[in-house]
């Protein structure tokens, strides 16, 4: 079964560093998103993507956050210089068609830990 | 402002009991409805949804919703809890042509024999 995989699985950083965590969506996938979990807190929407742009952002998703799709299977988060309130699991997420055609598939995460 | 609220942290039954986890939601338009369940280190896996339709869905694991729109409410149920049923289950509320969704701050479930 097709999944969505992410890595690093676990990432310690120092604050002030950058931090690029990677996500290959299910590949016939068009719409990709990335959520944040603090430890205890609820699941959060930071970005969503489609067709090589940003379509709608969160509050949280401020300047020093970034997305990219490089390449056809590759969707990535860059935090350009770590706090350490972004220590968070981050999870990427894709959709194939639009909004009420299916079903949001999610990784396993990526746990940030800024020191 | 759209919101997800899911009044009960941590809850513990005895399995073979009934279960069921609240979810309220606030929303201005018809609501996309969602719940999600998480095991430790794994991700979101879906449970079931609620676009349109019957009130009362049906998902995997032997687990239904029914969505009350005079309660704002969409809580989950399952008749007879199983050990495996053990992890956190998340509501979440979206719309939009985006697709974003909305969570809740989940309810962890545990499970004694």
């Known amino acids: 079964e097709p999944e969505v995989t992410q890595t690093p699985s676990h990432q310690v950083t120092q604050m002030g560093q950058e931090v690029i965590l990677r996500c290959v969506p299910i590949?016939?996938?068009?719409?990709f998103y990335w959520y944040r979990q603090i430890l205890g807190q609820k699941v959060e929407f930071l970005v969503s993507?489609?067709?090589?742009?940003?379509?709608?952002k969160s509050e949280i998703f401020d300047d020093q956050f970034s997305v990219e799709r490089p390449d056809g299977s590759n969707f990535t988060l860059k935090i350009r210089s770590t706090k350490l309130e972004d220590s968070a699991m981050y999870f990427c997420?894709?959709?194939?068609?639009?909004?009420?055609?299916?079903?949001?598939?999610f990784g396993e995460g990526s746990r940030l830990t800024v020191l | 402002a759209q919101s997800v609220t899911q009044p009960d942290i941590h809850i513990t039954v005895s399995e073979g009991a009934s279960l069921e986890l609240r979810c309220n939601y606030s929303?201005?338009?018809?609501?996309?409805l969602f719940w999600y369940v998480q095991s430790p280190g794994q991700g979101l896996q879906l449970l079931l949804k609620?676009?349109?339709?019957?009130?009362l869905v049906q998902g995997i694991k032997g687990l239904e919703a029914e969505f009350k729109r005079s309660q704002s409410s969409f809580n989950l149920r399952k008749p007879s809890v199983h050990w495996s049923d053990a992890a956190e289950y998340f509501c979440?509320?979206?719309?939009?042509?985006?697709?974003?969704?909305?969570f809740g701050k989940g309810t962890k479930l545990s499970v004694k024999p």
């Open positions: 997420a894709s959709r194939r068609g639009g909004f009420n055609t299916g079903e949001l598939f």
């Open positions: 590949s016939n996938h068009l719409y």
């Open positions: 993507f489609y067709n090589n742009e940003i379509s709608e």
């Open positions: 929303y201005g338009a018809t609501p996309y």
């Open positions: 609620y676009f349109s339709g019957d009130t």
């Open positions: 979440a509320v979206g719309g939009g042509s985006q697709g974003n969704l909305i």
